[in-house]
């Protein structure tokens, strides 16, 4: 056992310590206290999921309900509806945009530094910085009958004239590839950050060893990444339920909605517009929940694939 | 070692359980109480002695100026106060200064879970809680009316003070363009639904029959052989959510006539109104045909705005045309001979004659005085003031002999200085006299006494409706309350319905309609339609008994 040292002893060697790191604790401090004031303070605002909750009580008298949201929630099968569209939603987006921003990186990466370069890099990060407000409108205007989409299949000769945002079975496509076509640019950067890191001397090595473009890329360039590669995935896991709200509410329409109703746009409906707010909450608290387990499984796993560390 | 760790953990549990219980008493306390607050008013003491027949505001002897917070459930409301013409006539007469705050349904929320409430309160829901509620926190008008100013009763429209009664039997909120049945037959308010078309196509196509569905759907072939350009028939845009289907169920019901209660009084479900399904399988054989496009389905508002302002369809069954005023009327000054004409047509296959809608009698904008009303006698004497004749004029009209003139027969119209303002610089005729935009508590009487209220554009339109309105007041607000398992289920059923009504247009065949509307009554009936009607007919005899009708 460790001689333990009177409490006011230890006391003033906590203090004494603060007071060296004063720099750094005055940085640190209020970003703590935004946290709790923002992030810790507003938790009990959950508890109206378990209450029966309207605008003109506070949260405080409102009265208990117990597990009731819940229970509606669980029968609820719009509820369900759309947490299968989200997963379906973002499982395609995963898929495509998780992929797809590392081949860009790396080709960017590859290509010699120039105005070519830039010029590639700027386009790509473009779509990023527009609003789905003003996006969505160009894909309904693109996806109408007279629309880009249908004008460039009828010079193939595939002869259409319908309007696509009306089918809902190509929504989730739809949704998927214009989010990876927005943002596919704009994720390279992380990856581009990194790469730039990289010992030049590892690719000279490798070239003085005969290894050609593709065995560089594959055994230099993906292994230094592999920690920033995994924790983008795990971000990217853990945030499956959180599909895109704006982009939802700007492409859904009345005969797409059955595929297109995210669990974002759900609670936003049901919370916002109907004033169902303790019912809105539960789906919400619940969706975190699982959010969280999906977090710690995937830190799971990639902390396997990463030698045992863990990324996080 | 192990001592001092469970004495950590003990300490930080002590430490979190205090910041809970910190945290839950900040969010619990301050409503707590105004709940449970009855609405004490302060004495008027020696400021004025209460007189029937004068306004208060003409007698309150109150120095100073009263200071108001009016929070208003709008982004677009201009906050501006007393640098207009009008609020600078409204803040002399009623020695007021008010600060107008403006905000969306989340701060309204805030300001109820804040407690913090402003003095006066415009919102527009009437079915929401806050005002199926607002015996919680705001004041009852009648107390006040009977305390500071009985004038407003002289003012206040009987049948709207009845219509927002609570189970206490009190009113709380008072909305601007209440419509009471009388105002349907005087005339003074006009319908603002018509089935319209271009009057080069109308002309062209020789002004056949489309009052049937036969006729219409000959008509809009017609239409497509001669003007290959045109859409031949359109509709107001449909909300993405499925929460309005533009003007292809309730307006093109209306039209036809279709009832609003059954034989019994219960509601109808109109949706399924044979009737309409007979024209919905005409518009289906005019989509079909390639005479509806299904961009139209997609479109927004702004998109529509666009094709009407452009001419792009040939025929509309536009509801609300006043909100496309502005668009109608650029149309028609680019294209006179080409500008859109109210006609006859789509009208019923049983002989019923249309019975159109205006705001009812629960009006639109709704206005409170809050229980933390710092002066409530300064409240009720706005209220008043903006009801009566005087302050009608001036939010309309502006100052007499300054803006507009009276002529003997009571027409009202602009001076010669004022059109110039308002043809030459609209942002000024908005910035520095704010006619027509001071609307808590506007009535459409007072547009009718002049020529000038509405866009040229309209009027054949709003005179193809004369004698086409019919009060619906006892169908009104009667959805079920938020946040009932009945009203999630309504909102199952109103998503369902616009989905099966688009598919219904974009049917390939009549057979397929049917399949779609007994698909829709199955649904219904799976999500609870019984209950949510009981609630609906409970909502209804409730309304008429409010309204005296039997």
């Known amino acids: ?312 | 070692m192990e001592k001092a760790t469970v004495k950590k953990m003990v300490a930080s549990m002590c430490v979190a359980i205090v910041f809970v219980l910190l945290v839950s008493g900040c969010g619990g306390s301050s409503s707590k109480d105004s709940k449970e607050k009855t609405a004490k008013l302060p004495s008027l003491g020696k400021r004025y002695t209460l007189d029937k027949a004068e306004p208060a505001w003409k007698l309150d002897t109150k120095k100073e100026t009263t200071k108001l917070t009016w929070y208003v459930n709008a982004d677009w409301w201009n906050t501006e106060f007393g640098t207009d013409m009008i609020t600078k006539k409204i803040k002399e007469d009623l020695n007021i200064d008010i600060e107008f705050i403006v905000g969306d349904d989340t701060k309204l929320n805030t300001y109820f879970a804040g407690g913090d409430m402003p003095d006066i309160v415009s919102i527009f829901d009437s079915n929401s809680t806050v005002a199926r509620k607002a015996n919680t926190w705001a004041y009852p008008l009648q107390d006040l009316a009977d305390k500071y100013d009985p004038y407003f009763y002289d003012v206040a429209s009987k049948d709207t003070l009845n219509w927002y009664k609570l189970s206490d039997n009190k009113t709380y909120g008072y909305p601007d363009y209440s419509n009471a049945a009388a105002d349907y037959k005087s005339g003074d308010i006009y319908s603002r639904d018509a089935f319209i078309i271009r009057q080069d196509v109308y002309e062209a196509i020789g002004k056949p029959d489309m009052t049937t569905p036969e006729g219409f759907v000959k008509a809009m072939k017609l239409i497509k052989e001669k003007f290959p350009d045109l859409i031949p028939f359109g509709f107001n845009d449909f909300a993405k959510d499925g929460s309005s289907n533009g003007s292809m169920d309730g307006v093109i019901q209306d039209m036809l006539g279709v009832p609003y209660t059954d034989a019994d009084g219960n509601y109808y479900d109109r949706n399924v109104d044979k009737d309409y399904l007979a024209w919905i399988k005409a518009f289906r054989q005019v989509h079909a045909d390639g005479n509806i496009s299904d961009d139209s389905f997609t479109d927004d508002g702004d998109k529509f705005k666009e094709k009407v302002s452009t001419g792009k369809y040939a025929t509309m069954m536009i509801g609300s045309f006043v909100n496309q005023g502005i668009a109608l009327q650029e149309f028609a000054t680019n294209n006179p001979t080409e500008k859109y004409i109210a006609v006859d047509g789509i009208q019923s296959t049983e002989g019923n004659e249309a019975t159109l809608t205006q705001a009812g009698i629960s009006g639109w904008m709704i206005n409170y005085i809050s229980q933390q009303c710092s002066d409530p006698a300064k409240a009720i004497q706005i209220f008043t003031y903006l009801q009566s004749e005087e302050g009608q004029m001036l939010t309309n009209f502006g100052i007499e002999g300054e803006t507009y003139t009276v002529a003997s027969d009571g027409k009202v119209s602009y001076t010669a200085d004022a059109l110039k303002v308002q043809n030459e610089n609209p942002e000024a005729w908005q910035k520095e006299y704010r006619i027509g935009e001071f609307i808590q508590f506007g009535h459409d009487k007072y547009k009718a006494l002049s020529d000038d209220s509405y866009v040229e554009a309209v009027k054949q339109m709003q005179e193809w409706g004369t004698d086409k309105l019919e009060p619906q007041f006892a169908t009104e607000n009667i959805g079920p309350d938020a946040g009932s398992q009945e009203a999630r289920a309504l909102s199952a059923i109103q998503t369902n319905w616009s989905t099966t009504l688009v598919s219904m247009l974009r049917a390939k065949s009549d057979k397929e309609v049917e399949q779609l509307i007994a698909k829709y009554k199955k649904f219904e009936k799976e999500n609870s339609i019984q209950a949510i009607n009981k609630v609906r007919n409970e909502k209804i005899a409730e309304n008429k008994k409010k309204l005296g009708i039997k």
């Open chain 1, 1 to 312: 056992m460790v001689k333990k040292e009177p409490i006011n002893r230890r006391l003033k060697n906590y203090w004494e310590k603060f007071g060296k790191q004063w720099q750094l604790q005055s940085m640190a401090i209020p970003g703590v206290v935004y946290m709790i004031i923002f992030n810790f303070i507003p938790i009990y605002g959950l508890v109206i999921a378990f209450k029966n909750y309207t605008v003109i009580d506070s949260i405080g008298n409102a009265d208990w309900v117990g597990w009731q949201n819940f229970e509606i929630v669980m029968k609820d099968r719009y509820f369900w509806q759309s947490v299968v569209n989200t997963l379906a939603i973002s499982g395609l987006k995963l898929l495509f945009g998780f992929v797809l921003p590392i081949i860009i990186a790396i080709m960017i990466y590859e290509l010699r530094a120039g105005v070519f370069k830039r010029v590639i890099q700027t386009i790509s990060y473009l779509p990023h910085f527009l609003s789905w407000i003003i996006l969505g409108g160009m894909l309904i205007t693109w996806f109408s009958t007279t629309g880009m989409i249908n004008q460039l299949l009828q010079m193939f000769g595939i002869v259409t004239q319908q309007n696509h945002m009306l089918d809902a079975n190509k929504y989730w496509w739809i949704a998927a590839l214009s989010d990876v076509w927005k943002e596919a640019g704009w994720g390279t950067i992380l990856y581009l950050a990194v790469m730039s890191k990289i010992d030049p001397t590892y690719y000279e090595a490798a070239k003085m060893d005969g290894a050609g473009r593709l065995r560089q890329v594959w055994s230099i360039t993906i292994p230094m990444m592999k920690s920033i590669i995994s924790l983008n995935f795990i971000l990217a896991v853990s945030g499956l339920f959180n599909s895109n709200l704006d982009q939802t509410l700007v492409l859904m329409n009345s005969q797409n909605q059955q595929k297109s109703e995210v669990i974002n746009s759900y609670v936003y409906r049901l919370g916002l517009q109907q004033g169902d707010f303790s019912y809105a909450t539960a789906v919400g608290l619940g969706v975190s929940i699982i959010s969280v387990l999906l977090l710690v499984v995937t830190n799971l796993v990639t902390k396997k694939l990463n030698d045992n560390k863990s990324v996080l």
